[in-house]
């Protein structure tokens, strides 16, 4: 059974920091182009970040570049992503998602496996 599991969510302060994983079971996330997206309440679930599978090519929304950073260990089946000078903005819930394409475009519905989630809140 294919699944991710997204984990490293909890509370931080505005200007901290916080780095989630996204450790898939059941198949090699080396053959998959894997996308952080969130989910702000009341607000659609965007993209945040994406990294291919074939060159390691990475994307990032605008409104983390400079701040988010994604990458992937191939040896541990996981990728992360490092978020740093988190502000209230990004208090959401940050989904995992594989897919079998190379591009890192950041389009939902290119991406066929999808986590649970995990709860990032900035407040203070």
């Known amino acids: 059974q294919l699944q991710l599991v997204e984990s490293g969510g909890g509370l931080v302060q505005p200007g901290g920091s916080l780095r989630l994983s996204c450790a898939a079971s059941?198949?090699?996330?080396?053959?998959?182009?894997i996308g952080w997206f969130r989910q702000a309440p009341g607000k659609e679930r965007e993209g945040v970040s994406s990294?291919?599978?074939?060159?390691?090519?990475?994307n990032y929304a605008d409104s983390v570049k400079g701040r988010f950073t994604i990458s992937r260990d191939n040896a541990k089946n996981t990728v992360y992503i490092e978020m740093n000078s988190l502000n209230t903005e990004d208090t959401a819930v940050y989904y995992c998602?594989?897919?079998?394409?190379?591009?890192?475009?950041?389009?939902?519905?290119?991406?066929?496996?999808w986590g649970q989630g995990t709860q990032v809140t900035v407040s203070s």
């Open positions: 059941g198949f090699t996330l080396d053959y998959y182009t």
């Open positions: 998602a594989a897919r079998g394409g190379p591009s890192p475009r950041l389009v939902e519905s290119d991406y066929e496996y």
């Open positions: 990294i291919s599978r074939s060159n390691g090519r990475t």
